[in-house]
């Protein structure tokens, strides 16, 4: 690298890290059922959500506890199930026009990272509609109110519940960019075990494994604080007792409930302190003794 650059690297990174306590972050609301959800959509007025998710999960029949607790409320919705492993630009502008075309109200993600960052992406539309996604790349290039926005992960691993980081990428030019902006952080974070309890062993592990490259990442980066050592050491200690059991029995749901839990605060952890350097484990880290052994001693 550069010396200059890394020079303003390093000025702005020692100048965001003092300022961190001073920042909005928000630490998203906990709901634990989707009767819960739907409630709280009544209770705020709203009558008509879209539902930001992918083939995959709407053809597993992971959403319906979703719409029918919404249904029961009296509360329609719209369904997006276009969202590509990589968000893209068109996909998001898709959602909003259906968004705008169907007089919906508020905004549900359901999935995994991919779907929660598309309907971040309508949100950020939603709050800047004369500024397009390019220009909104980088760090706090989006201010405002969002709509109602709940987030339903149905992996316990990526931790986007909880950040304020949409990742797109222009389908045009393939190009990858990241929108940071504290209002893009979903207001309220669904963590309801019944909507992992499907999860394949395999990916069970993959995001497990990812939650706890968040939480390490976030414990050991330069801008560790108090507050995101703590989250990060909570995820962990979750994940050291929890991640092997949910894999082994995906009915346990105890255990997937504080694999949400390790998620969650993974997510905190990381979303204020970074991630930059990676964790390498191979799944058949479950399928070995010594493996097993590994998980039950201590991680940090």
């Not at 893209?88 to 960052?117: F, H, N, Q, W």
């Not at 109110?145 to 990428?169: D, H, M, N, R, Y």
């Not at 960019?177 to 999860?199: E, G, N, Q, R, W």
Request: with cysteine; aromatic share 6%; glycine share 6%.
């Amino acid at each position: 690298m550069n010396i200059f650059r890394k020079i303003w690297c390093r000025t702005f990174q020692t100048g965001f890290r003092l300022a961190i306590p001073l920042m909005p972050y928000r630490i998203p609301k906990q709901l634990h059922s989707c009767s819960e959800a739907a409630a709280l959509v009544k209770e705020k007025g709203k009558h008509k959500a879209l539902i930001v998710t992918d083939a995959g999960v709407r053809a597993h029949g992971v959403l319906d506890p979703v719409t029918e607790a919404l249904a029961a409320q009296g509360i329609s919705a719209e369904i997006f199930d276009k969202t590509p492993v990589n968000p893209t630009i068109s996909a998001i502008e898709e959602a909003l026009a259906l968004y705008r075309k169907s007089g919906c109200d508020c905004l549900i993600a359901v999935g995994g990272g991919s779907p929660m960052d598309c309907a971040k992406g309508v949100c950020a539309r939603l709050i800047k509609p004369k500024k397009s996604l390019l220009k909104m790349k980088g760090i706090l290039k989006v201010m405002g109110k969002q709509p109602l926005f709940i987030a339903v992960p149905t992996t316990a691993g990526t931790g986007s519940e909880t950040t304020i980081a949409a990742v797109v990428t222009d389908d045009k030019t393939h190009y990858k960019f990241t929108i940071l902006s504290f209002c893009l952080a979903p207001a309220y974070a669904l963590l309801d075990p019944v909507m992992t309890k499907t999860l394949p062993p395999a990916m069970t592990a993959q995001t497990g494994l990812d939650a706890l490259t968040h939480a390490v990442e976030a414990y050991i980066g330069r801008s560790t604080t108090r507050f995101t050592r703590k989250r990060a050491v909570n995820a962990v200690t979750l994940i050291k007792d929890n991640l092997l059991p949910a894999y082994e029995n995906g009915d346990d749901l105890t255990a997937r409930k504080n694999m949400q839990i390790a998620a969650f605060d993974a997510g905190l952890a990381f979303t204020i302190s970074y991630v930059g350097v990676c964790l390498n484990a191979s799944l058949s880290i479950f399928e070995r003794p010594s493996g097993r052994e590994m998980l039950s001693r201590p991680l940090l």
